[in-house]
């Protein structure tokens, strides 16, 4: 297997908004109701091949009370994705996405990832936040999106599939812009003039 391509991504929102939850489920496939409130950051990582490219996901799950809060910016700084979470019965753990943003656009890598992420959608009945919302919140910030439910295993996988899509556009792009740079250092090569016979 080639070397892989190491993904840091780093969970950010409210607390309770199931954060651990997601990664929880994720890496183990698993779930489980009496998971603790993170205090201050945890990590798990997972291998991957998608696509044929082999992506090691280092992800780091950040505490979602606010004293914890100045400890996240040690774990976005670096971060190839960020994922802000929000419960979709609490309106107000979605509009604590707003200071998330503004603080990674402020402090945070110039491109880093983004997925505006809508949890707890089994729990439809309790819904505060519209699906049109939280698209519409994501379109803003030029962000995946996705509704997710740890519990009843519902968007996880695909919302890590949308990460490595986003991932291989990007380092497409990447590759070339090294291309176009590289063309432009090299010097055209000199036309031949025809010798005029006689």
Known sequence: ?????????????????????????????????SMQTTLGAAFMDKNVVYQ???????????????KY????????????????VYDITNKESFYN????YLELAEKGPKNIA??????KCDLRDQEQVS???????????KAIFMKTSAKENLGV???????????????KLEEQEVEVTKSRLVPPKPKETKKCCG
Not at 78 to 83: G, I, M, Q, R, S
Not at 114 to 119: F, Y
């Open 97 to 100: 996405l707003k200071t998330w």
């Open 114 to 119: 983004l997925a505006i992420v809508g949890n």
């Open 52 to 66: 044929g490219i082999h992506f090691k996901f280092q992800i780091w799950d950040t505490a979602g009370q606010e």
């Open 1 to 33: 297997m080639n070397k892989p391509t190491v993904v840091k991504v780093v969970l950010l929102g409210s607390s309770g908004v199931g954060k651990s939850s997601i990664i929880y489920r994720y890496v183990t496939n698993d779930w489980d109701e």
């Open 69 to 84: 809060a100045p400890l996240a910016q040690m774990y976005y700084r670096d971060a190839n994705v960020a994922l802000l």
């Open 131 to 141: 699906t049109a919302d939280g698209e519409k919140y994501a379109k803003e910030c």
């Open 157 to 171: 996988t695909e919302l890590f599939e949308n990460i490595c899509e986003k991932l291989i556009v990007d380092m």
